[in-house]
């Protein structure tokens, strides 16, 4: 069953997890026809392969440690930092510790332009 989005102008809560991160899985937060917000769950030494998005997105680092890899080069993000890729941008993503990641990606029509199967960051999330 399909998790309810919240709706434009609610209040949605990203606060790190702490020990409840381990049970956490990824959602979308939000989608609207112009954004979408993933919160993704992403255990240590997972590596999401590499992809990417139409447009530019965002990846904000909540909690544990990610790497960014692009052709390139490597972001590394702590808690707090956040980069944002330019559109069509390959990357993919590796857990260096239990993490989450706040995710916000432009849409076009309500789509990231990623295949459409698939969400922006590769990982499943529950929506």
């Known amino acids: 069953m399909a998790l309810p989005h919240a709706n434009p102008l609610d209040v949605i809560n990203v606060a790190p997890l702490g020990p409840g991160l381990a049970q956490a899985v990824s959602t979308s937060l939000i989608k609207t026809d112009r954004i979408q917000l993933l919160h993704l769950v992403l255990p240590a030494r997972h590596d999401v392969p590499q992809h990417h998005v139409a447009d530019e997105c965002s990846i904000h680092c909540l909690e544990g440690e990610i790497e960014v890899v692009m052709p390139g080069g490597t972001r590394h993000l702590r808690p707090g930092n956040v980069v944002v890729l330019p559109a069509g941008q390959p990357y993919s993503l590796r ?33």
Do not use: I, P, Y
């Not at 199967?117 to 929506?127: F, I, L, P, Q």
């Open 95 to 127: 857990a260096r510790s239990d993490s989450a990641v706040l995710m916000t990606l432009l849409l076009q029509d309500g789509d990231g332009g990623d295949g459409g199967g698939r969400n922006g960051a590769g990982a499943t999330a529950r929506e």
